[in-house]
């Protein structure tokens, strides 16, 4: 998964906030349109979308409301549009923030270390009798060591962080076994089979693992 995307249309803008971040040692990709972001997001996921809404094609509004339709990643609207009707519509489409063009790099750099310290720092994921030390990658289930693979936990971490979102087969498929892998989509039924052994009171009537027919997985 990359840390962040940047959708900006204009290169110098794009590449000279990039060069920053990968300073700071984020995994950063670069989308000049909205739908190269989309296609970059699908394929390998991103905690945090840096989003300008003036895209040539799809603008940021689409892109931003596409995003939110699987995937609770922070997205963060950075526009030269200042109008309030802008921002409104942008938080309301799912944005977690609008930044006016232009903007300060080192309060924007702020924002985004805050970001990542906030949402993405945590060394556990906890709901109910479920919790996952990511130090560690162990599971707990009522505080009781659950022995798990590797991508059986990566599977369930991505679960838990997209709580009550419904993610695709496939986005959560080549998030966690990647495009090139040789293994097929029914690798991640049968992971999803286990876990729910491991974590659910009664596997067969699932509280927590929801499927959604047709369509994907949904963590509650």
Same mark, same amino acid.
């Given at each position: ?14 590449e000279l906030l990039s060069d920053f971040l990968r300073k700071e040692n984020y995994i950063v990709s670069v989308a000049k349109d909205g739908e190269a972001a989309l296609e970059l997001f699908e394929r390998y996921g991103a905690k945090l979308v840096i989003l300008d809404l003036m895209l040539p094609g799809m603008d940021g509004f689409a892109v931003c409301s596409k995003i939110r339709e699987t995937s609770n ?35 924007? #750099?702020? $924002?985004?270390?805050?970001?990542? +310290? ?5 060394? &556990?994921?906890?709901?109910? *009798? %479920? ?23 990566? #599977?369930? $971490?991505?679960?838990?962080?997209? +709580? ?5 087969? &496939?986005?959560?498929?080549? *998030? %966690? ?44």
């Amino acid at each position: 998964m990359l840390d962040i995307i940047i959708v900006e249309d204009n290169h110098e803008i794009g590449e000279l906030l990039s060069d920053f971040l990968r300073k700071e040692n984020y995994i950063v990709s670069v989308a000049k349109d909205g739908e190269a972001a989309l296609e970059l997001f699908e394929r390998y996921g991103a905690k945090l979308v840096i989003l300008d809404l003036m895209l040539p094609g799809m603008d940021g509004f689409a892109v931003c409301s596409k995003i939110r339709e699987t995937s609770n990643a922070h997205i963060l609207i950075v526009s030269a549009r200042t109008e309030k009707n802008d921002k409104l519509k942008g938080l309301n489409l799912g944005a977690d923030d609008y930044i006016e063009k232009p903007y300060d790099m080192d309060i924007l #750099l702020a $924002k985004i270390h805050g970001i990542f +310290k906030r949402k993405y720092a945590q060394e &556990e994921l906890i709901s109910g *009798t %479920i919790r996952l030390n990511t130090a560690t990658q162990t599971i707990y289930v009522a505080d009781q060591k659950v022995d798990s693979t590797a991508k059986e936990f990566e #599977l369930l $971490k991505l679960l838990m962080e997209n +709580k009550g979102v419904t993610l695709k087969k &496939e986005y959560l498929f080549r *998030t %966690i076994w990647g495009s090139d892998s040789e293994s097929e989509m029914q690798t991640l039924t049968v992971h999803i089979k286990w876990l729910r052994q491991k974590i659910e009171k009664d596997p067969k009537h699932p509280e927590h693992i929801i499927t959604e027919w047709g369509t994907g997985y949904r963590f509650e």
